[in-house]
């Protein structure tokens, strides 16, 4: 019988959400996965811990290397010496607020960062397929719905910086002829979402409180409107897109949209509380300029790539209260037995 050989992937932030789903992902497919990590004093690694196994063991088939986005040359290296079928490309400075206080790192890293890899792709001629985490933060401004034909109204740094990746990967689609796709992401949302964006920090704090282990939630722009789905879809959207005969662009969406106030009533009702009792509002969580509505339309990628997401708003909202709610429990366990764990708000 013919030994199918593995399938090798790269992916960059692979400790990130999305990495961390996408990882375990292409890990059922029978792939063999690469992940680009940072050096960092504390552990970095938390989301993927569980897929990590020893090299010495022979199953083993997550592979992590030590390296930064604003660095070429070491890119360069990783490709050469991988040589990946698939390279997915995940990291990036990808806090909108952020953005704000550090304008040209964000640039280095989120805009700069695509370039490097394309450039690493072209200079060691490596045969790949390239993915391209783009943004609905690219729309910015623009009325809803928005879709593939929208044109971009960037409203902060790390949206001016993700359409310039846009673009130049779609120039090196053109000039050198790489299959390299951008898939332009609505929110998504999962209980591994990072604790300072606003899904994850109201299901925190809302758990933490009903647990009596916090008072107050202070957050910025209530009226906002997102198109939030589930990570764990949207990282089936991305493998999707490098399946397919020929490299595009793809708009991601649930196709629904609710404010950050819809949010908030809806998760603290779930704990039987009203937000209007903890809530607060506090000047630093707005931003200089807002994106006020996104919605998306992803007709494209359901009818092209086949592409379903499972999971709904109302269930993505009860799955993060859930585990929140699980890990509230153990806080208030260690809290009994004498350990306080620091909760910084930022
Ligand atoms: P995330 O949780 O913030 O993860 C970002 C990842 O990038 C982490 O693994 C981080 O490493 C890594 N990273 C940051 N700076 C780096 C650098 N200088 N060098 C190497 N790695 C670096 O983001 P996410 O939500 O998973 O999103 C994944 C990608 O999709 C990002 O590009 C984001 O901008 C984009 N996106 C996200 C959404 C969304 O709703 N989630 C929507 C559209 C697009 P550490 O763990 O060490 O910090
Ligand atoms: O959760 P957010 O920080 O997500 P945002 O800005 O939409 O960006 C996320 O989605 C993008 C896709 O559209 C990604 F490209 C990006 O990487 C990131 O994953 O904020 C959502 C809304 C904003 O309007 C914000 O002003 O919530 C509002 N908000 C209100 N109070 C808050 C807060 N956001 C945060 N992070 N913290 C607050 O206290």
Redesign the pocket.
């Known amino acids: 019988m013919e030994r199918k050989t593995m399938k090798t992937a790269l992916v960059t932030g692979i400790t990130g959400q999305d990495g961390s789903y996408l990882a375990e992902f292409l890990l059922d497919k029978g792939y063999a996965v690469h992940g680009l990590i940072r050096r960092s004093s504390t552990f970095n690694t938390d989301r993927i811990d569980h897929l990590y196994k020893d090299l010495h063991d022979p199953s083993a088939r997550v592979y992590l290397h030590y390296g930064d986005l604003s660095v070429s040359g070491q890119l360069t290296d990783m490709l050469h010496t991988i040589r990946p079928d698939e390279i997915y490309h995940l990291g990036?400075q990808?806090?909108?607020?952020v953005s704000f206080d550090m304008p040209e790192y964000t640039g280095d890293v989120t805009g700069l960062g695509t370039l490097r890899l394309l450039e690493a792709i072209r200079k060691t001629g490596i045969k790949t397929r390239f993915y391209q985490?783009s943004?609905?933060?690219m729309f910015g401004a623009a009325p809803p719905p928005q879709s593939e034909d929208t044109p971009f109204q960037p409203q902060?740094p790390?949206?001016a910086a993700?359409v310039y990746a846009y673009y130049v990967v779609r120039n090196y689609r053109d000039a050198y002829k790489l299959f390299a796709c951008n898939g332009i992401?609505?929110?998504?949302?999962s209980p591994r979402r990072?604790e300072?964006?606003?899904?994850?920090?109201i299901t925190r704090a809302a758990t933490r409180i009903k647990l009596g282990l916090q008072r107050k939630l202070?957050?910025?722009?209530?009226d906002?409107?997102?198109?939030w789905g589930f990570a764990g879809d949207y990282v089936e959207a991305m493998w999707l897109m490098l399946q397919h005969d020929k490299p595009d662009d793809y708009v991601i969406a649930l196709g629904e949209t609710h404010s950050?106030r819809q949010f908030l009533e809806k998760v603290f009702q779930k704990l039987d509380m009203d937000y209007r009792e903890y809530v607060e509002i506090?000047s630093k969580?707005?931003?200089p300029t807002?994106?006020?509505i996104?919605l998306g339309d992803s007709t494209k990628a359901r009818n092209v790539l086949g592409w379903r997401p499972k999971v709904g708003f109302d269930e993505l909202v009860d799955m993060m209260v859930k585990a929140d709610l699980e890990l509230a429990k153990k806080e208030e366990t260690l809290r009994i037995a004498g350990y306080e764990r620091s909760n910084n708000v930022r």
């Open positions: 990036a990808s806090h909108v607020r985490a943004s609905s933060e902060s790390y949206a993700k992401l609505f929110n998504h949302e990072g300072t964006f606003v899904t994850r920090k202070y957050l910025g722009n209530l906002a409107k997102r198109d950050v506090d969580y707005f931003r807002d994106v006020n996104l």
